[in-house]
């Protein structure tokens, strides 16, 4: 199992780190977690396109995790026409049914039932809570500390061979450590160096505390505003955790 970045950036759209993607790879499966803007070159840029990828799971819906969602969509269906796959699994937390309907009417003049009545493309959606298997794999979700109340944002957890924990957008919450618990990896929303906490966001020494807490073997430290690059993220996340630290880079590819 191994897990590969498209992005290890923030909501700032920067030459350094494109907005939030990963592809977690199991023994069958291509899992992408969140679309942010950047991530559709990403996958093209690590030889992969929307053939490869069985399910889509977006953390939360702000732009540097959304934005591409669509495109890639639009791009398994068309390609759809001309080869054998006809289904795509989409998953997020409340609302994300609505919220396809309403962008894919917009986007693409056709909703998500209107594709599969016209072309035959099944876009299955599933809006998550609490533990899913699909399959072989086992999909659990907690809800994150990061937006409004009426803005639905989760931890997620992808169980297969390996177990790998994606805090989303998140500020440091007690939860989020049984949540984690024993995971191979934590890929943690490590916005700001300590010294610039910001609400909604953690900081390397609070990721740390979460993988410490909960005994994860790595943490890799994500979502990295410009900020962040002048501090030595891994060093303070070091004096926490006791385990291997790994900073994000794009199109890195960390085995589980
Ligand atoms: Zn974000
Ligand atoms: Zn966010």
């Given amino acids: 199992m191994k897990l590969q970045v498209l992005g290890s950036g923030s909501c700032l759209i920067s030459q350094e780190r ?9 023994r069958g499966q291509k899992i992408m977690v969140d679309t942010g803007t950047g991530t559709s070159e990403s996958l093209r840029r690590l030889g992969l ?64 039932s209107e594709v599969e009545e016209k072309f035959g493309f099944k876009i299955e959606i599933n809006e998550l809570e609490g533990k899913n298997k699909f399959e072989e794999i086992e999909i659990s979700s907690i809800s994150a500390n990061h937006g409004p109340e009426d803005f639905p944002c989760l931890s997620v957890r992808i169980s ?29 929303d490590c916005s700001k160096p ?7 966001h953690m900081t390397p020494t609070e990721c740390a505390e979460i993988a410490e807490e909960a005994q994860v073997k790595k943490l890799v430290l994500s979502h990295l505003y410009p900020e962040a690059e002048s501090f030595n993220l891994k060093e303070k996340a070091s004096k926490t955790f006791q385990g291997e630290v790994v900073v994000a880079e794009d199109l890195a590819t960390i085995e589980i």
């Fill in 18 to 26: 494109t907005s939030s993607g990963y592809i977690v790879q199991t």
């Fill in 49 to 112: 396109d929307s053939s490869d990828l069985d399910t889509i799971i977006n953390t939360h819906r702000h732009p540097d995790h959304v934005s591409d969602l669509i495109p890639i969509v639009q791009d398994k269906v068309v390609n759809s026409f001309q080869s054998d796959q006809s289904k795509i699994t989409l998953m997020g937390p409340g609302g994300h049914r609505n919220y396809l309907d309403r962008r894919m009417h917009d986007e693409m003049r056709a909703s998500p």
């Fill in 160 to 188: 297969s061979e390996k177990d790998i924990v994606f805090s989303g957008d998140t500020d440091y919450f007690e939860e989020l450590i049984d949540f984690s618990r024993g995971a191979d990896l934590l890929v943690a």
């Fill in 194 to 200: 300590d010294e610039e906490k910001v609400s909604g």
